[in-house]
């Protein structure tokens, strides 16, 4: 039977994906060879590390001014490779605080300097994003975190900044057109819109390699994974490999466009039954609401655990809230169908019918 898959990550990927991915397994190119047991010094690998950087160039839209690099440790390990590898000592950097993953990046900068917290919307139960800020011009750059998984809030603009922008795009990778030239540095854990948890991806601006001046161990030094084309050490193939694939099935279904339409297409769908259904309430303020994660609770509190079973019973899974907010999610990545949508939809409507 179909599950629809509404986890926040890992995620959902394209079926087709999953399907090449197993036989790539089973049997890489007709080599006879699993793709996981062949040296990634092969040129069968080299070539997908090959079109693996190229594609996330061309769906940024980025030159060979960026280096992409394919990196382990998840977006957690970016969050103090950042400061290690920008910031000077003394130097400040500046931080937007919309949730959980924002808090995390702020308390790992501490390590290496006093992250300025511009403007944060933890006293509003990360309900919103802050726009009543300005960016300074004398800090090592900015960091945001252009969609907020857990509280389910999305940049919908960007901010003004003379400084380089950070920004965590681990949960909206790829979701809709981005130009990457706006930004000095972006990251993302795979598991979310790309790939299998055990790569994570960064696109930095060249310039800014090696920019602390710190002395610091290879493997956390981003210049060393650019000057070795992600092969220093052993990158891990089989998330490389398919998210490979998934930025050629994004490109096959029309690129980031396509995506963004199918994205808006989806959450709007979801947003206006919230609004209309009375068993349901969202929780973000309507102009930062993310297409991503579709984040709403119940009007009555026994309604949480009857909904989560109704959409068991019919197989819609992943639904419940992150553990630190209760209520519900309901993740839409690239690779979820708009029939899921409308079956969760009906589902919305059917348990209103079954309460009123
Ligand atoms: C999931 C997530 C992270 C953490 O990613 P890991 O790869 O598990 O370290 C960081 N930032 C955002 C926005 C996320 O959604």
New binding site residues.
Partial sequence: MKKHNFYA?PAILPQSVLQAASNAVLDFNGSGLSLLEISHRSKDFESVMAEAESLVKQLFSISDDYSVLFLTG????QFFMIPMNLLKDGETSYYINTGV?AS?AIKEAKHYGNPVVLASSEQDQFSYIPRDFNVPNDGAYLHI?S???IYGSQYHWWPKSSIPVVC?M??DLFSRTVDGNQFALIYA?A??NLGP?GV?LVVIRKDLLERSGRKLPSMLNYKTHADKGSMYNTPPVFPIYVSMLTMRWILEQGGTNAMGMRNQEKSDLLYQEIDRNSCFRGTVKPEDRSQMNVVFVPTKAEYESEFLDLCKKNNCVGLSGHRSVGGFRASLYNALELESVKVLVELMQEFERTHL
């Fill in positions: 990550g998840g977006a957690s390990t993953w995390g975190t969609n907020n998984t965590d681990s949960s854990g598991q979310k948890a994570t």
